[in-house]
């Protein structure tokens, strides 16, 4: 796997290509996400602080570096990564809620429903994956209309029944009961793996790829959204509070089946590895291009936040 | 008015029409969710719960109308009326919720949230929004992806912030305010109306009309729209429980604003029907085939449930 720090000389590194997109999708979202005057502005307001100012836009960043591959306008692609943002931020505002995990903190400031209320927090995350199909929708995303349809119709798929919701209702489900690895792998792949992958092949939508190449791309997305579990459940176990701006070792005390509980943070840790390897392999017939996308495997895997 | 027992012999009735519509839709959304094996079943079911076997289908039947105007592909239009009783349905169960209405009744049955649990809600209202999107993305719904794009983008901005979630979120923040009738009617503009516009008008968007027709349909929507919540202020200010199937003269007990409580009952519903006869008025030009639409407009500020 190459290393971060090996990037050559010249290049932009990973890590500030990373911080050079979450700054572009910033931008992104702040434009798509105004505040309207009259009573519904603080469903706005609620809408921007669960959106804005948060987190390394990982989901962004994938669908960007997979849309630079076939040279999709910069501005379109930073639709589709504020629109993916998006429907994530939905999906944590939701999940923190007290019928679901609970979580005060996100992001080291106040959940959404703390910082406002329960009812503006459920409606916030209403308002959000709307918006995000929306943004994904229109025009400005892409002159064909046939990629814009594909795009909501696959982060739909992602996102609902058959992907993120199905996921957390069987994360629901399977507190305090045993679960195999088998099942702990789908839970995952549902839960939070499918908006992964959808990211990557988001990029191949927009370039309009060939079927073997967005194949390949959601293939990448696929290994390297179960690696990205593996390595946060292994910082749930290790990491502390400070790092990671959220509660942490709460899987245990929840009871929460995760791959890190059942093989143990040593093979655990080389599953992940092992899954950032392959994902990378994916990449290989994009050449030189799929570096920066190459070098995000190995980064997901030894992140420390 | 055209009354609706005046409707000519040898002609499908408005009620039968209804009916009939409604059988249609039931039809589709009992195809466009299957319960899925897995975990996730329970999510599945709690959909199905949540939309299946209840109610008029009154946003389905405009939609549905308001294409065979234009001679749409019957199936098609029936994927958009699932798709919006989908998205209203997901509504319904989010403003049931506790920390919104608390409302333990719905149609007649115990509400989501009780028949299963507050997290199964939540999850299901999210994942039946996900799916009302990717159902009007999808191929089948239209041949034209750039018609399928105007369906998404134009239900998602009637859902979100500057439509439905917008409007509750005033009402919710209207709650023991002394509201003026301007804001009353501006909330329920956002709260119901442009669901009811976006489905008289989605029917418009399948037939590819020309912008004139789309705009009149857009107004009978608009103003059928607004008589509606009227008669359902009208309908919870005088209704029993056992008529409409859910608790009456909750409005009043929440000390929420209604336009009945600011006109008084006779001045309302003078409103209503001034705004039903409008609504039709806006159908003129479409002569004979406008008629089922123009009846609709009476039958809604006549109805009883």
Do not use: W
């Amino acid at each position: 796997m190459t290393s971060v720090v090996g990037a050559a000389a010249g290049k932009t590194t990973l890590t500030q290509a990373m911080r050079d997109t979450a700054a572009e999708v910033e931008t992104a979202l702040d434009d798509l996400l105004p505040v309207p005057d009259g009573g519904e502005a603080r469903l706005g307001e609620a809408m921007r602080y669960a959106t804005l100012g948060g987190g390394k836009r990982l989901r962004a960043f994938l669908a960007m570096e997979a849309a630079s591959l076939f040279k999709v306008d910069r501005r379109c692609a930073a639709r589709v990564g504020a629109a993916i943002e998006m429907l994530h931020a939905y999906s944590l505002v939701h999940d923190d809620l007290p019928a679901m995990d609970d979580d005060d903190l996100r992001r080291g400031k106040p959940s959404t429903h703390k910082a406002f209320d329960e009812a503006t927090a459920i409606l916030a995350g209403d308002a959000l994956q709307a918006r995000a199909f929306e943004v994904l929708a229109e025009h400005d995303t892409h002159s064909n209309p046939e990629a814009r349809c594909e795009l909501v119709a696959s982060l739909a798929l992602a996102a609902g029944l058959r992907g993120m919701c199905g996921g957390q209702m069987i994360d629901i489900l399977a507190e305090g009961q045993d679960l195999s690895a088998e099942q702990i792998i789908r839970l995952q792949a549902l839960k939070t793996g499918r908006l992964i992958q959808y990211s990557a092949e988001a990029g191949a939508i927009l370039g309009r790829a060939a079927p073997l190449q967005r194949h390949m791309l959601a293939a990448y997305g696929r290994d390297i959204g179960a690696a990205f579990q593996i390595a946060d459940d292994l910082l749930d176990a290790e990491g502390t509070a400070e790092e990671t701006g959220k509660a942490t070792g709460k899987d245990a005390a929840a009871g929460k089946a995760t791959l890190v509980g059942i093989l143990g943070i040593e093979r655990a840790r080389a599953q992940a590895e092992m899954l950032a390897s392959q994902a990378a392999r994916h990449l290989d017939s994009f050449g030189e291009r799929g570096e920066h996308l190459r070098q995000l495997a190995a980064y997901v895997v030894a992140r420390r936040t």
